[in-house]
């Protein structure tokens, strides 16, 4: 199985009663790190706010194709990296903070409220159009729409959902980084990316990935591919655009048309002709006018 080579989340409610993000970042907020902590970078000036959210094994130089262009078409564009990121401090990981996607959403709501941002069109990449998600729950007013790119609310197959991972692919995934993590990096970016070592798209997800403290990055799998967000998906009542490669092997094209028959919200979905869970990396020409399009207009109701 591919993986080789390379906590469910059943009510939002219970989560948060019991999840104090106030307290875990009090001291970032108290110090103003949050911004230092998550590398926040602010380019443009424009009234419009794009915040770009990158998935795991990656950083927020997964989006050096489409920033420019975002500039050029006067957006205040925010990049900012996940915590755990190979460009961010392992000291400010927290194991249990970041055992739900909950976590990363509250830091989220956390570094808007920080940068004084009252609405944005959010972009969130695999994990992060997620984490978007669940942030626009708690804070709707926060988000005018978001973006999805190669987003899944579940990867475990059950009798009536097909997410494309039976359990054993997901222990043979962790059992891989666990015994070898340099090995397992240069068998999963191929195989993620969808070309062969020698791409540039490959080299860089590669380099992002190897970043990552080798046991941060296993404990985000876990949170990753444990996850199961289905049930959260009908309180989704911000505009969603679904966006999504033909083929990618970490998230079936099935799964985009779950989102979109089961988001609180109006949605829409676009299929595109690429290969790769990162193709705005991997297919920048064919992915970066997609995004533009669905990052300047809205859904037609």
């Not at 962790?174 to 540039?200: E, I, R, T």
């Given at each position: 199985?591919?993986?080789?080579?390379?906590?469910?989340?059943?009510?939002?409610?219970?989560?948060?009663?019991?999840?104090?993000?106030?307290?875990?970042?009090?001291?970032?907020?108290?110090?103003?790190?949050?911004?230092?902590?998550?590398?926040?970078?602010?380019?443009?000036?424009?009234?419009?706010?794009?915040?770009?959210?990158?998935?795991?094994?990656?950083?927020q130089s997964v989006w050096k194709h489409l920033v420019p262009h975002l500039v050029e078409d006067n957006y205040k564009v925010v990049l900012y990296d996940n915590m755990g990121a190979g460009t961010t401090n392992p000291e400010y990981?927290?194991?249990?903070?970041?055992?739900?996607?909950?976590?990363?959403?509250?830091?989220?709501?956390?570094?808007?409220?920080?940068?004084?941002?009252?609405?944005?069109?959010?972009?969130?990449?695999?994990?992060?159009?997620?984490?978007?998600?669940?942030?626009?729950?708690?804070?709707?007013?926060?988000?005018?729409?978001?973006?999805?790119?190669?987003?899944?609310?579940?990867?475990?197959?059950?009798?009536?959902?097909?997410?494309?991972?039976?359990?054993?692919?997901?222990?043979?995934?962790?059992?891989?980084?666990?015994?070898?993590?340099?090995?397992?990096?240069?068998?999963?970016?191929?195989?993620?990316?969808?070309?062969?070592?020698?791409?540039?798209?490959?080299?860089?997800?590669?380099?992002?990935?190897?970043?990552?403290?080798?046991?941060?990055?296993?404990?985000?799998?876990?949170?990753?591919?444990?996850?199961?967000?289905?049930?959260?998906?009908?309180?989704?009542?911000?505009?969603?655009?679904?966006?999504?490669?033909m083929k990618d092997l970490a998230v079936p094209v099935v799964v985009a048309e779950y989102l979109h028959q089961n988001l609180g919200g109006e949605s829409i979905v676009e299929v595109m002709s690429t290969e790769g869970h990162l193709?705005?990396?991997?297919?920048?020409?064919?992915?970066?006018?997609?995004?533009?399009?669905?990052?300047?207009?809205?859904?037609?109701?």
């Open positions: 199985m591919w993986l080789s080579s390379i906590g469910d989340s059943p009510n939002l409610q219970n989560h948060t009663q019991n999840f104090d993000h106030k307290s875990t970042i009090n001291h970032l907020f108290a110090m103003g790190l949050v911004e230092q902590a998550h590398n926040v970078k602010i380019l443009g000036s424009g009234d419009r706010t794009i915040v770009l959210a990158h998935g795991f094994g990656t950083d990981f927290d194991f249990d903070r970041y055992a739900t996607l909950e976590g990363f959403a509250y830091d989220v709501i956390g570094m808007l409220e920080e940068l004084a941002i009252s609405s944005c069109v959010f972009v969130g990449h695999s994990v992060s159009a997620m984490i978007g998600a669940v942030a626009s729950i708690t804070r709707p007013d926060l988000f005018s729409k978001i973006v999805m790119v190669s987003a899944s609310p579940r990867y475990l197959n059950t009798p009536d959902y097909f997410g494309g991972f039976e359990e054993e692919d997901l222990n043979q995934l962790f059992d891989a980084m666990q015994s070898n993590f340099k090995a397992w990096c240069s068998g999963f970016a191929p195989l993620a990316v969808g070309g062969d070592m020698d791409s540039v798209a490959v080299q860089e997800f590669s380099r992002t990935l190897f970043n990552m403290r080798p046991d941060i990055a296993l404990s985000i799998a876990q949170t990753i591919f444990r996850s199961d967000m289905r049930e959260l998906l009908c309180h989704v009542v911000v505009p969603c655009h679904i966006i999504q490669s193709p705005q990396l991997s297919s920048p020409d064919v992915v970066v006018p997609v995004l533009l399009k669905h990052i300047r207009y809205d859904i037609a109701v």
